[in-house]
């Protein structure tokens, strides 16, 4: 591999999410007393992503997103009585402690380390992923975590990267690497900054975007063979 620098996202890459907001939302849920069904996850996880989408477009802030997305979801379910704004602090304590990894992601790290500089690029809550990475058997393979709640600036925006490359001192941007499972987010921002990108698409989900990443795999450990 040419390269000596990946940007890892984190969620949905490197951290199988998908577990840890199942449990973090059951959990809060139960301290309302409220069941969880599997149609209770798959509404929440509609209206969580649609307003991600709307976070990368710069046209809600992220606290705007924590509550109305809790806001949406009462709603839906004809809920009153619940204020969102408690409800996503209960869920996003328990968020923090979601630090499973998805399928090869230790090993994957474990060997790439031992040539390459490892860092994690997020739009995750600040406090959330750094309890996650902390809690998480990867944390010694990486050398930097880049929240965008710290920086100021979100993926896609160049802004986030400059500071990235800044920070890391990076020059050459053909020898950096951007890794993740968001075409609009992760693959998206490196492109337009002229960064190589892979694609990580373990379902195998359509592209119905217009970039197209520079590699696309299904496994974590195809990285292994780039």
Same mark, same amino acid.
């Given at each position: 591999m040419?390269?000596?620098?990946? !940007?890892?996202?984190?969620?949905?890459?490197?951290?199988d &999410?998908?577990?840890?907001?199942?449990?973090?939302? =059951?959990?809060?849920?139960?301290?309302?007393?409220?069941?969880?069904?599997?149609?209770?996850?798959?509404?929440?996880?509609?209206?969580?992503?649609?307003?991600? =989408? !709307?976070?990368? /477009?710069?046209?809600?802030?992220?606290?705007?997103? /924590? #509550? *109305?997305?809790? =806001?949406?979801?009462?709603s839906?379910?004809?809920?009153?009585?619940? $204020?969102?704004?408690?409800?996503?602090?209960?869920?996003l304590d328990?968020?923090? =402690?979601?630090? /499973?990894l998805?399928? &090869?992601?230790?090993? #994957?790290?474990?060997?790439?380390?031992?040539?390459?500089?490892?860092?994690?690029?997020?739009n995750?809550?600040?406090?959330?992923?750094?309890?996650?990475?902390? $809690?998480?058997?990867?944390?010694?393979?990486?050398?930097?975590?880049f #929240? *965008?709640?710290d920086?100021?600036? *979100?993926?896609?925006?160049?802004?986030?990267?400059?500071?990235?490359?800044?920070?890391?001192?990076?020059?050459?941007?053909?020898l #950096?690497?951007?890794?993740?499972?968001?075409?609009?987010?992760?693959?998206?921002?490196?492109?337009?900054?002229?960064?190589?990108?892979?694609?990580?698409?373990?379902?195998?989900k359509?592209?119905?975007?217009?970039?197209?990443?520079?590699?696309e795999?299904?496994?974590?450990?195809? !990285?292994?063979?780039?």
């Amino acid at each position: 591999m040419k390269y000596t620098t990946i !940007l890892f996202d984190a969620d949905g890459t490197l951290f199988d &999410y998908d577990k840890a907001e199942a449990l973090a939302l =059951e959990t809060a849920l139960a301290k309302y007393g409220l069941p969880m069904p599997p149609e209770t996850h798959l509404l929440y996880r509609k209206i969580n992503q649609s307003k991600w =989408e !709307l976070f990368e /477009q710069g046209a809600i802030s992220k606290i705007d997103l /924590q #509550v *109305s997305r809790f =806001e949406g979801l009462f709603s839906e379910l004809g809920l009153s009585g619940i $204020k969102a704004d408690k409800f996503n602090a209960d869920y996003l304590d328990r968020l923090a =402690e979601g630090a /499973q990894l998805t399928e &090869y992601a230790y090993e #994957v790290c474990a060997e790439l380390a031992k040539t390459k500089r490892l860092a994690i690029i997020t739009n995750g809550v600040a406090k959330v992923q750094f309890g996650r990475i902390k $809690k998480s058997l990867i944390k010694k393979f990486i050398t930097d975590v880049f #929240v *965008s709640e710290d920086i100021g600036f *979100s993926k896609p925006d160049a802004r986030y990267f400059d500071y990235v490359f800044k920070t890391l001192g990076l020059r050459d941007k053909s020898l #950096v690497l951007v890794v993740g499972d968001s075409l609009t987010s992760d693959i998206q921002g490196g492109a337009n900054y002229g960064l190589d990108t892979c694609y990580f698409n373990p379902s195998n989900k359509q592209n119905s975007y217009s970039v197209s990443p520079t590699y696309e795999i299904i496994s974590l450990t195809e !990285l292994l063979r780039l």
